[in-house]
């Protein structure tokens, strides 16, 4: 069991640049989560995925976000034409059961 | 929808002193619920939960949480603080038999002090 591993770790880009996180689960787990935390907050639900089914996503996730996991097994979750308020920590977690184990998380900023 | 309060956004404490972080929590339904602890660039590490069964739940690092349904809470409690337990706490919950998201309050900053 390495844990749920996330890359990159930091992302600087400029605004209205796309940008692609990938995340790798524990691997008999079949769900996975995306979360976004910004400064002085909890993290907020994006979207999840049970095996390859992305089963449920926040209205949080405007248009100019895609989330995949193409086989089940690790997923990417990419931004379009990023924009300032994207600026952010991007946390993905899995599970089997009720407990979630969180990934160090992808911390984008945009310029 | 559930939603997750923290009331208080920093506790500071001295060391060896007792310290609890206060979670309330609504939903219309029945619930599961968490406790997570963030190191500075790090990611959130599960403390302890409570599914079912006793409401007294004892977590990693000496840790512990009662679940009172009647008062919607899940407060945590340590009786002897250390400074490597300096870092963020969240509270967070998820409906029973829904997909797991988690609802996650707005944290606590617990800051320990020789």
């Known amino acids: 069991d390495t844990g749920v591993s996330q890359n990159p770790r930091h992302k600087i880009t400029k605004r209205g640049q796309n940008v692609t996180f990938r995340c790798d689960p524990i691997?008999?787990?079949?769900?996975l989560y995306w979360y976004r935390q910004t400064l002085g907050q909890g993290p907020e639900f994006l979207t999840y995925?049970?095996?390859?089914?992305?089963?449920?996503k926040s209205r949080l996730l405007s248009d100019r976000f895609s989330a995949e996991r193409p086989k089940g097994s690790f997923s990417t979750l990419e931004i379009q034409r990023t924009e300032q308020g994207d600026s952010a920590m991007y946390l993905c977690?899995?599970?089997?059961?009720?407990?979630?184990?969180f990934g160090p998380g992808t911390r984008l900023t945009v310029l | 929808a559930q939603s997750v309060t923290q009331l208080d956004s920093q506790v500071p404490v001295f060391e060896e002193a007792p310290v609890e972080l206060r979670c309330n929590y609504s939903?219309?339904?029945?619930?599961?619920l968490f406790w997570y602890v963030q190191y500075p660039n790090q990611g959130l590490q599960l403390l302890l939960k409570?599914?079912?069964?006793?409401?007294l739940v004892k977590g990693i690092n000496g840790f512990e949480a009662e679940f009172n349904k009647s008062q919607t809470s899940f407060h945590l409690r340590k009786p002897s603080v250390h400074i490597s337990d300096t870092a963020e706490y969240f509270c967070?919950?998820?409906?029973?038999?829904?997909?797991?998201?988690?609802?996650f309050g707005t944290g606590t900053q617990l800051k320990v002090e020789l």
């Open positions: 409570y599914l079912s069964g006793s409401t």
């Open positions: 995925f049970q095996n390859e089914a992305q089963l449920e």
């Open positions: 691997s008999e787990h079949n769900r």
């Open positions: 967070a919950v998820t409906v029973r038999g829904g997909g797991n998201k988690l609802t």
């Open positions: 977690a899995s599970s089997l059961s009720h407990e979630q184990f």
């Open positions: 939903s219309s339904v029945s619930v599961y």
